[in-house]
C-alpha cells in the first residue's frame, strides 16, 4: 500500500499547507487505530512502570507475540507517544504520557475513546451503503458498542456521580439517602444505576434500554453485588408508558440518539413526580454547524453521529436527530416537552458532554 507523493514543485503554498495536514492527518488516524491495539492488548499497563525494555521483553510482560509487539512499538514511537533509546534497543513510556494510557491510567484513560475508531471502522461498509440508499446501521451490527460504551461511561458518568453529578441538583443527595425512586433511560449495562443503587439503599432504581444483552449484563452485575433495590427492564423508551413514578430520571448520553427524542423527552416529563427532577447529559455542541468551528471535538461529534448516534436512530425508522442536535435545539425541545426550568452545566472532568437539570 503506498500513499501518492503530492507533485510539490507543482504546488501553491495552500496546497502544500493542505496536502502536509492530510499527510498528518493518516499519521494521525493510523496512530488512533494503534492508541486502541495498545489499550486493548494491556501493552500500556505493561508498560506503566516507566522501565525501559526491549521489544522481546515487552511482550514477555505483556504475554503477547513479539513480533507485533515490535511493530506496534515502532508506530508508538515515531508517533511520539513512547521514546526509543537507539544504542540500548530499549523502549519507554514517557511519565507524562502514563496517567492517560491503558485500563485503570490514574488520570482517566484517553485511549479507551480510540477503540471508537475501530468500533466504526467496522461498519463502514453499510454506512457506505447508507449513502446511496438512505436506511440505518442497527445497534446489533456494531461489534464492541456497549463495552467501549460502558468503559467510556464509567471514566464519565460513574466516577463522578457522587462528587460532581449529583451536585448539580441541590438537595438531590439527601433525596437519595431518605429513598426515591429512580429511573435511567438508555442504562446501557446499568453502572450507573447499580452504583448509585449500593450507595442509596433507601431508594429504587430502574434502568431501561433496548438492547436485552445490555439488561442481560446489568442484571448480572447487580446480583453479583448482591443489590435488591434495583431492576432492569428492556423496554423501546419510544412506547413509554405509565404515570408520574420517579422522582428523579437520568438518560446519559441516549436522547440524540433515540429513535423519537421528541417523544421520549414527553414521556421522561409524563413519568416525573410533581417536583421531580430530569437529569440529562447529551453532547456539547451548538445546533449550527457553524457554531462548531472551536469545538475541541467536533470533527469527531459528527463522524460518530454519522456512523452511529444518526444511524442507529435512522435504524429503528426514527429521526435521526444526530448527535450534534446542539445546545440551542436541546433547550427548545427540553421545553416543547413541559420543562419550564432547565439549568445548563458544564463539569470539568468531562469535555465532551453539557449536563442540563431539568424541571
Ligand atoms: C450511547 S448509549 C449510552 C448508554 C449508557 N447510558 C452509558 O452512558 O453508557 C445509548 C443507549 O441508549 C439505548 N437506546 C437507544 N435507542 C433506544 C430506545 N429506543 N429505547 C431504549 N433505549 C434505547 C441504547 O441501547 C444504548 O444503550
Redesign the pocket.
Known amino acids: 500500500m503506498t500513499i501518492d507523493a503530492p507533485q510539490a514543485d507543482a504546488l501553491t503554498p495552500a496546497e502544500t499547507a493542505f496536502t502536509g495536514k492530510l499527510i498528518e492527518m493518516i499519521n494521525h488516524g493510523a496512530t488512533g487505530l494503534m492508541l486502541s491495539v495498545g489499550h486493548r492488548t494491556g501493552l500500556f499497563e505493561a508498560m506503566r512502570d516507566g522501565r525501559g525494555m526491549t521489544s522481546e521483553q515487552l511482550a514477555h510482560r505483556a504475554g503477547l507475540n513479539e513480533r507485533y509487539v515490535r511493530e506496534w512499538l515502532g508506530a508508538m514511537t515515531t508517533a511520539g507517544i513512547v521514546s526509543f533509546d537507539r544504542d540500548a534497543r530499549l523502549y519507554t513510556l514517557p511519565e507524562a504520557h502514563r496517567p492517560f494510557l491503558g485500563r485503570g491510567a490514574a488520570k482517566g484513560s484517553m485511549s479507551s475513546m480510540f477503540q471508537f475508531l475501530a468500533v466504526l471502522g467496522g461498519v463502514e461498509s453499510r454506512i457506505v451503503e447508507c449513502f446511496h440508499k438512505g436506511g440505518g446501521v442497527s ?1 446489533a451490527e456494531f461489534e464492541r458498542f ?1 463495552e467501549c ?2 468503559e ?2 464509567e471514566q464519565t ?1 460513574v466516577v463522578a456521580l457522587d462528587d460532581a453529578i449529583l451536585p448539580l441538583a441541590p438537595g438531590l443527595i439527601a433525596r437519595l439517602e431518605a429513598g426515591i425512586a429512580v429511573a ?6 446499568g ?2 444505576m447499580n452504583h448509585l443503587a449500593a450507595r442509596f439503599p433507601n431508594s429504587h432504581f430502574t434502568g ?4 436485552e444483552e ?1 439488561i442481560l449484563l446489568a442484571q448480572l452485575d447487580a446480583r453479583e453485588q448482591g443489590l435488591e433495590n434495583v431492576r432492569f427492564a428492556a ?4 412506547g413509554l408508558a405509565g404515570d408520574a413514578q420517579f422522582d428523579l430520571i437520568f ?4 436522547v440524540h ?3 423519537e427524542p421528541a417523544a ?1 423527552l414527553a414521556h421522561i416529563r409524563r413519568l416525573l413526580k410533581p417536583g421531580g427532577v430530569y437529569l440529562m447529559q447529551d453532547i456539547d455542541a451548538a445546533s449550527d454547524v457553524a457554531d462548531n468551528m472551536d469545538n475541541l471535538l467536533a470533527p469527531f461529534t459528527y463522524t460518530i453521529s454519522c456512523m452511529h ?1 444518526m444511524t ?1 436512530s435512522l435504524a ?1 425508522g426514527g429521526q435521526g436527530l444526530g448527535a450534534a442536535w446542539g445546545e440551542q435545539l436541546a433547550l427548545a425541545m427540553l421545553k416543547g416537552a413541559g420543562f419550564a426550568d432547565v439549568t445548563t452545566h458544564r463539569l470539568p472532568h468531562d469535555i465532551q458532554n453539557l449536563y442540563y437539570v431539568c424541571r
Not at 184 to 189: E, F, L, Q
Not at 251 to 254: I, L, N, P, R, Y
Open positions: 445497534y456497549h460504551m460502558a467510556e461511561s458518568v435511567d433511560i438508555g442504562c446501557g449495562i453502572k450507573a431501561f434500554d433496548l438492547c445490555t423496554v423501546d423508551a419510544t438518560t446519559f448520553d441516549a440518539d433515540q429513535a421520549v448516534c442507529v429503528q
